[in-house]
Structures are given as structure tokens and as C-alpha cells.
């Protein structure tokens, strides 16, 4: 018997290849904004927060019309950026494809807003592909544990049959609160060697690395 039932990945740094457009379009609206751009180091610590969190952890000081301004250049930028949509990852589209031939049930948990997430899984010819996805402006922000446990009430699965993947230490955080046990991507935002404070279950350095570990393979586990 399969040890898990429902696989939920985070969208950006673990499905797609987008971390790199989201630092450019951070970048680009602090210039618009005429503050000081942030080094890409600290734009990944934030990418998986709810996209004003992201922002106001960048910038604390914003009130809320100049938070709001910033939200519409950085959107403005990516969503430019983004009319070619970000490829997903190497392996993922095959990969995605026989957890679903193999009877897993899969979501996605991204800080996202459902414009953009609905807009990339359309580019991808994904709409209908999910369980259910949820995104970072419909419940609450990660590391809550929230997103997580509407995933599981709406595939009726226990915490213990679910199995987190992500690339930031908002992803493994959030698994922690909800009781579900988490894979660490060291390809996306954050390497390895920081997202291991984060105690996730599993560390793998590529996609195809997660297949395997499914199958029984052996990787670092805490």
C-alpha cells in the first residue's frame, strides 16, 4: 500500500522555473517606486508569501496606498514577463502525469494570487488537472496552516496520508502546523543547507529525485 494518498506542491521554485521573473519584476516595481531594490537573496527568502506579506516584509514602511502602487508595477511586470509562461521544471509535466496514472491524488499550495495561478495552468493546459488548487488571496497566507487543511477537507484525507513539496521555508513551516509531513527542492528559492533548519522529512535536489523516493528509494530524511 502506498504510504501517501495526496502529493500538494507549491507552484513557483517547484513546478515552474519562475523564481528568477519574480526577482526581476520585485526589482523592477522598487525602482518604479523609486526605493532601493532588494539583492535577489532577499527577494527568494519571501517568494511563498501572499503577495503584499512579500512585499511589506521588503518594506515595512510602505503605507497602504504606496503598498498598493507597488502591487500593481510588480504585477504589471510580471504579468509582461509571463505572457510566455514560466516552464515548469524538468521531468515535472511527465512526472505529474504518472502520480495521477498511479492514483495519487495531487493540489497545488502557492502564494499566488488565483489570477496568476489560473493564468499559468491554463498556459500549461492544466485548468482540469489538479484535485484542487489554492491560492494565497482566497485563505490565508503561508506558513498558516489553513491552505493545507482546506486541501485535505476537500479530498478527504488525514494529515498523515498527505505529503507537502516546496522550495521555501514557508512551504515546510506550513506542513509542520498542519501535521503533514514535508519534501524539500533544493532547485527553487532556497538551497538546501537552509531549508534543512526547517526539519523537512525529505530533501531532494530534482524533481525526479521525488518519484523515486515514492517508489522506496532512499534519500536524507530527518
Same mark, same amino acid.
Given at each position: 500500500?502506498?504510504?501517501?494518498?495526496?502529493?500538494?506542491?507549491?507552484?513557483?521554485?517547484?513546478?515552474?522555473?519562475?523564481?528568477?521573473?519574480?526577482?526581476?519584476?520585485?526589482?523592477?516595481?522598487?525602482?518604479?517606486?523609486?526605493?532601493?531594490?532588494?539583492?535577489?537573496?532577499?527577494?527568494?527568502?519571501?517568494?511563498?508569501?501572499?503577495?503584499?506579506?512579500?512585499?511589506?516584509?521588503?518594506?515595512?514602511?510602505?503605507?497602504?496606498?504606496?503598498?498598493?502602487?507597488?502591487?500593481?508595477?510588480?504585477?504589471?511586470?510580471?504579468?509582461?514577463?509571463?505572457?510566455?509562461?514560466?516552464?515548469?521544471?524538468?521531468?515535472?509535466?511527465?512526472?505529474?502525469?504518472?502520480?495521477?496514472?498511479?492514483?495519487?491524488?495531487?493540489?497545488?499550495?502557492?502564494?499566488?494570487?488565483?489570477?496568476?495561478?489560473?493564468?499559468?495552468?491554463?498556459?500549461?493546459?492544466?485548468?482540469?488537472?489538479?484535485?484542487?488548487?489554492?491560492?494565497?488571496?482566497?485563505?490565508?497566507?503561508?506558513?498558516?496552516?489553513?491552505?493545507?487543511?482546506?486541501?485535505?477537507?476537500?479530498?478527504?484525507?488525514?494529515?498523515?496520508?498527505?505529503?507537502? !513539496?516546496?522550495? &521555501? @521555508? =514557508?512551504?515546510?513551516?506550513? %506542513?509542520?502546523?498542519? *501535521?503533514?509531513?514535508? $519534501?524539500?527542492?533544493?532547485?527553487?528559492?532556497?538551497?538546501?543547507?537552509?531549508?534543512?533548519?526547517?526539519?523537512?522529512? !525529505?530533501?531532494? &535536489? @530534482? =524533481?525526479?529525485?521525488?518519484? %523515486?523516493?515514492?517508489? *522506496?528509494?532512499?534519500? $536524507?530524511?530527518?
Amino acid at each position: 500500500m502506498r504510504e501517501f494518498d495526496l502529493l500538494i506542491f507549491d507552484w513557483d521554485g517547484t513546478l515552474a522555473d519562475s523564481i528568477g521573473r519574480i526577482v526581476d519584476a520585485m526589482q523592477h516595481a522598487a525602482v518604479a517606486c523609486q526605493h532601493e531594490p532588494r539583492d535577489p537573496a532577499a527577494i527568494k527568502g519571501i517568494i511563498g508569501l501572499e503577495l503584499s506579506r512579500a512585499i511589506l516584509a521588503l518594506y515595512p514602511t510602505l503605507d497602504a496606498e504606496q503598498l498598493l502602487f507597488f502591487r500593481g508595477r510588480y504585477a504589471e511586470r510580471y504579468t509582461l514577463m509571463d505572457a510566455t509562461p514560466s516552464p515548469l521544471f524538468a521531468g515535472v509535466a511527465q512526472a505529474l502525469e504518472r502520480f495521477r496514472a498511479q492514483g495519487y491524488r495531487l493540489a497545488v499550495a502557492t502564494g499566488k494570487a488565483r489570477r496568476g495561478l489560473d493564468r499559468v495552468l491554463r498556459a500549461h493546459g492544466l485548468e482540469d488537472f489538479f484535485d484542487i488548487t489554492r491560492a494565497a488571496d482566497e485563505t490565508e497566507s503561508k506558513p498558516s496552516p489553513r491552505m493545507l487543511h482546506e486541501i485535505l477537507s476537500h479530498c478527504g484525507v488525514a494529515p498523515q496520508r498527505a505529503l507537502m !513539496v516546496g522550495d &521555501s @521555508a =514557508f512551504d515546510i513551516q506550513m %506542513a509542520h502546523n498542519a *501535521g503533514v509531513l514535508s $519534501v524539500a527542492v533544493g532547485y527553487g528559492a532556497i538551497d538546501l543547507a537552509t531549508l534543512r533548519e526547517y526539519r523537512p522529512h !525529505v530533501e531532494i &535536489s @530534482a =524533481f525526479a529525485e521525488l518519484e %523515486a523516493w515514492l517508489q *522506496g528509494a532512499t534519500y $536524507v530524511t530527518h
